[in-house]
């Protein structure tokens, strides 16, 4: 599995023109004690001016999109591929990204225990947001987990077995 959230952090750590970027447009408040970038702070300046965030959207968008598409084309090519591989993207439907994937998997969860699961803040990300029921709609699978991890677990398990079997019996 690739995490979109988890490429957009290491580039932030590491790609030199996202750094300097980010620095020219959003200025030296965003950076921490040691000279990184802080995403918390990052994100007061971003989710309050549409106009930054959708200049950061569009410098992080496409790198982050060629980073989990090289990583699938790289599993593809191991003996052995998997079946399915799995790649976490929050915002698919939101960046239009949905068709670069066979199937496409929401798991929703009510706002207020999104809330209370995450230490970072909610406020101003859901007006930009499409709503869950479309996302719903939308999917191949859904989930709405308003249970624990091993509820959720074992759903996923089972379609990732429904997903493998339909894979291996595909014709070739």
Known sequence: ??????????????????????????????LDEDGEIDRAKVGQVVFGDRDALAWLEGLLHPRVSAEYLNWREQLAKLPGAPAVCVTEVPLLYEVGAQDRFDTVVAITAPRLLREQR???????????????REKV??????????????????????VMEELQASRESAPR
């Not at 599995?1 to 408040?29: F, N, W």
């Not at 995450?118 to 869950?132: C, H, S, W």
């Not at 308003?146 to 959720?152: F, N």
Request: aromatic content about 4%.
């Open 137 to 158: 709609k939308r999917a191949d699978f859904t989930y709405v987990n308003t249970g624990g991890l091993a509820e959720l677990d074992a759903w996923v398990a089972g």
């Open 1 to 30: 599995m690739v995490s979109s959230d988890e490429i957009v952090h290491h580039l932030i750590r590491t790609d030199p023109e996202v750094k300097a970027a980010m620095l020219a447009r959003l200025g030296a408040g965003i």
């Open 118 to 132: 995450t230490n970072v803040p909610m406020e101003g990300r859901d007006e930009r947001l499409i709503d869950d």
